[in-house]
């Protein structure tokens, strides 16, 4: 039965065979790629990649590098995360029985509640989830890696935070990715002096070329350093934030602030064709569904078809669409709302997704239900991965959501805060930035966490991780993670084409398959289309940062489509 619907899809598509793989380029291969038998750093800046080769180098540990990492990148790339934002990070070392989940995402204030976003006739507000400081959640960036430094790191937490405090208080010259965000919220940030300090010469926003130093952040950095995430929660630097919010009619308390707690989680875990796959678990939907598009194409050989083929395309969008369907009317944190976790991710709610697709048409949004088991966007957010030789891994993605988060800088902090509370549902069916639809779980409740599509990952092979990856880019996160580890298990494409591949998403609303720039072939677009896709080329955002094991090697490859750096030794 099998062999006859593998043959029948084989004739159908015999007239295209793609096997040509189109790659998105960036500036310089050798900036992006690096092989080490000791350790290996990808992340999306060079500063911070140097940052943690620098804790390898003085004796540290991969959580040292870490943990640099997070700070420095903190720095680097205050468009997309920092310390006023969370994050999501998986440690595994050699001796533990699985790795270990970082839950480090922004909680909702005390005073928060499910109908903050709307107005009294029960419409949404605009851009109140996303401007200013009601957008802001409490962060959780400083306590997660703080706490984990503490478990497991090796050197001192001033030596850990020193190349971050450099790179504040030196500065650095503003980069052109740097520079479009801060155009495109320019209006935003001129609205906070704390901000405009910052990133204003004069009247005019900073621009690519022009000096950026950020001596409060230097200055918060080194509190920091002295006495660990005390300042943060319960000293001057939460008294600060709280001011501003007050001043500002916000919703922030100091009792947030000492209420934050970080949470160990257990990853979620699955298989993909003999190979172990960990990945972040609720809060984040990221990992779920990660492991969800990988079950509903695991029974396909695809290898056989090609990466970009349109029946590789066709199945794995289709799979794509049944998650984000599952996606917003199932996932939550798990802390308030049920979510029915182990039947999203088991085999036989994949096989039966499966078995729905038909051969060769595409699904139209009505057409896609969830299981039933019982607007304007940009690029932000970073991910870095870290793998040893001695067989530990650290895969991290970190984020204030929207690029400069709400815009609000507290006064003599240098810390962005995030607009991480846009992850809610506003109301139920509302969408969010990245045009996520918001189902019920996800309604805004206090100290509950908003719904993340942040998937660090790792795979292991006979017992060590053999593959790092993870990027930002809001719900494109889950799909570009499911198509690298695609690429490189399953059509077996090196290390850089798996990163460099054109990649495309389908994300159910929105009902069309979104396709980098550059597009899929020509003969594949014409096929989809005739089944009755709509194609959208539209740069995807993600920034893929993967290392893999190989041969006894560690090989790392930035995204040849941002501007980091993959470096080891
Ligand atoms: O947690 C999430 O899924 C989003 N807040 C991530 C935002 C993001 O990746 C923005 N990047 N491009």
């Known amino acids: 039965m099998k062999k006859a619907f593998f043959l029948i899809t084989l004739l159908f598509y015999s007239c295209s065979s793609?096997?040509?793989?189109?790659?998105?380029?960036?500036?310089?291969?050798?900036?992006?790629?690096?092989?080490?038998?000791?350790?290996?750093?990808?992340s999306q800046g060079g500063a911070s990649t140097n940052a943690g080769v620098s804790m390898f180098e003085?004796?540290?540990?991969?959580?040292d590098a870490a943990a640099a990492v997070s700070f420095a990148i903190s720095v680097e790339r205050p468009q997309s995360t920092g310390i006023g934002g969370g994050g999501f990070l998986l440690f595994y070392e050699p001796g533990m029985k699985e790795p270990i989940a970082f839950d480090f995402r922004e909680k909702a204030p005390l005073k928060s509640h499910s109908k903050m976003y709307l107005d009294k006739n029960g419409n949404e507000i605009p851009r109140m989830s996303l401007d200013g400081i009601f957008a802001v959640g409490v962060p959780g960036l400083v306590a997660g890696i703080v706490e984990l430094h503490k478990k497991y790191g090796k050197l001192p937490l001033s030596k850990v935070l020193a190349p971050a405090i450099e790179l504040a208080e030196k500065g650095f010259k503003v980069y052109p990715e740097l520079s479009r965000a801060l155009k495109a919220r320019a209006a935003v940030l001129a609205k906070y002096p704390g901000s405009k300090k910052i990133f204003f010469k004069g009247e005019r926003v900073m621009k690519t070329g022009d000096h950026l130093v950020q001596t409060d952040l230097g200055q918060t950095l080194r509190s920091i350093a002295k006495d660990g995430k005390r300042s943060f929660y319960r000293g001057w630097i939460a008294k600060a934030i709280v001011k501003e919010s007050w001043r500002l009619g916000g919703l922030l308390s100091l009792r947030d602030f000492k209420k934050y707690n970080v949470k160990k989680r257990k990853p979620v875990f699955g298989t993909y064709k003999g190979k172990k796959v960990y990945s972040m678990t609720p809060p984040s939907s990221g990992g779920i569904?990660?492991?969800?598009?990988?079950?509903?194409?695991?029974?396909?050989?695809?290898n056989h078809f090609g990466v970009h083929h349109p029946y590789t395309v066709h199945l794995t969008s289709a799979a794509m669409?049944?998650?984000?369907?599952?996606r917003a009317r199932y996932l939550g944190d798990m802390d308030f709302v049920k979510v029915p976790l182990k039947k999203l991710t088991s085999k036989k709610y994949a096989n039966k997704i499966r078995k729905g697709i038909p051969k060769e048409k595409a699904l139209t949004k009505e057409q896609v239900m969830a299981g039933n088991f019982d607007r304007k966007e940009s690029d932000h957010t970073t991910h870095f991965s870290i793998m040893t030789a001695d067989g530990s891994a650290i895969v991290s993605t970190q984020t204030i959501n929207g690029w400069f988060g709400s815009g609000v800088v507290a006064p003599g902090t240098g810390i962005v805060l995030n607009n991480e509370m846009d992850d809610f549902s506003t109301k139920v069916g509302a969408v969010n930035l990245f045009g996520a639809v918001g189902g019920q779980n996800n309604l805004v409740q206090a100290e509950k966490r908003p719904l993340s599509s942040m998937s660090p990952t790792l795979?292991?092979?006979?017992g060590r991780p053999v593959f790092a990856v993870g990027t930002p880019s809001g719900t494109r996160i889950l799909t570009c993670v499911a198509q690298t580890i695609l690429n490189y298990f399953e059509h077996n494409l090196p290390l850089y084409e798996s990163v460099a591949a054109v990649r495309y998403h389908h994300q159910w609303y929105p009902d069309e398959i979104r396709t980098d720039l550059k597009g899929l072939p020509i003969?594949?677009?014409n096929s989809l289309k005739k089944m009755g896709y709509k194609i959208n080329r539209k740069n995807l955002g993600c920034r893929i940062q993967a290392i893999a094991w190989e041969r006894n090697e560690l090989h790392g490859v930035s995204d040849p489509r941002g501007e980091g750096m993959s470096l080891g030794k």
């Open 459 to 462: 795979v292991f092979d006979e």
């Open 58 to 63: 003085q004796g540290g540990n991969i959580v």
């Open 321 to 326: 669409q049944q998650a984000f369907a599952d």
């Open 18 to 42: 793609v096997r040509t793989v189109p790659l998105m380029k960036g500036k310089d291969r050798d900036t992006y790629e690096s092989k080490g038998r000791e350790y290996m750093i990808s």
């Open 289 to 302: 569904h990660v492991l969800q598009i990988l079950n509903t194409v695991e029974k396909e050989d695809l």
């Open 523 to 525: 003969s594949t677009r």
